[in-house]
């Protein structure tokens, strides 16, 4: 069933606003070059259609996205690799850090040193995802449609649910029904905000004051690294819980 959902922070991505241009053209351009790998032609692979798709809604120059489809598959590609780190910060909450790299070895350490940094520590792999669930989330501004109506569209879709989040439709699906479901909302309502792969957290887990603004620090510094792409924290906090902290 449609409705508000808790779940404020589930993935921390800075956008354009807190972030040089460059660093997040760095950022987008791996994730073409990542999705890019498995086919450079972005109608055969819904992958990169996505990633193009968001590098095109930051404003990204189509010859960086080119460049990066190019680099992918060209002479002395990257080897990119992508990894999952997990660890718990500040408050006990647990964080999943998804990075492209062409070196494990400086990326953990990164990754291992920011933990470290802000009272967190890099658990073992599994240690954290179990409790969340990976899964296809589409969004749309509140303005392409009312509440109703986008949770009726999604369900015709193969959608599972729809829930309003921070300003935004969130239809959720299976990660196999990804694709289907973008397809035939986009037909419905055109242009979508976004359309990717997430973890979502099973449960949440409160936090505010101090470990709050510790968190949102630690989150912050992760994102700042070259190879990471995407955090996600199973935090739930409020805008209130958050007074005193600032990006």
């Known amino acids: 069933m449609a409705g508000h959902s808790k779940f404020k922070n589930i993935m ?12 997040l053209f760095t950022k987008l351009a791996r994730e073409i070059q990542v999705a890019a790998k498995t086919g450079a032609d972005p109608s055969s692979n819904a992958r990169l259609a996505r990633a193009i798709a968001a590098a095109r809604a930051e404003s990204m120059p189509k010859d960086n996205i080119q ?5 992918a598959s060209g002479a002395g590609a990257d080897d990119l690799v992508e990894m999952r780190y997990e660890g718990f910060g500040p ?11 062409d070196n494990r070895n400086r990326t953990a350490s990164e990754v291992r040193a920011t933990f470290a940094r ?12 179990f409790l969340w669930d990976q899964v296809g989330e589409v969004r749309y501004p509140l303005s392409a449609a009312g509440e109703d109506a986008m949770l009726e569209a999604a369900i015709e879709a193969g959608a599972d649910d729809c829930v309003t989040e921070e300003g935004e439709h969130v239809v959720l699906c299976g990660v196999p029904a990804l694709a289907e479901v973008q397809t ?3 037909a419905r309502f055109k242009a979508l905000a976004s359309a990717k792969i997430v973890w979502r957290p099973k449960t949440t887990i409160p936090i505010e004051g101090e470990p709050a603004s510790a968190l949102m620090k630690l989150l912050s510094a992760l994102d700042d690294l070259d190879d990471v792409l995407n955090v996600y924290a199973n935090a739930e906090m409020t805008d209130e819980g ?4 600032e990006a």
């Open 67 to 71: 460049r990066a489809i190019d680099k």
């Open 184 to 186: 035939a909302l986009e």
């Open 118 to 129: 802000f009272s967190g520590n890099l658990g073992e792999t599994g240690s954290v995802s």
């Open 12 to 23: 921390h991505r800075k956008g354009a606003a807190d972030k040089k241009k460059a660093a």
């Open 91 to 101: 408050g006990g909450v647990g964080v999943i850090v998804e990075a492209a790299t």
């Open 242 to 245: 958050l007074v005193g902290w």
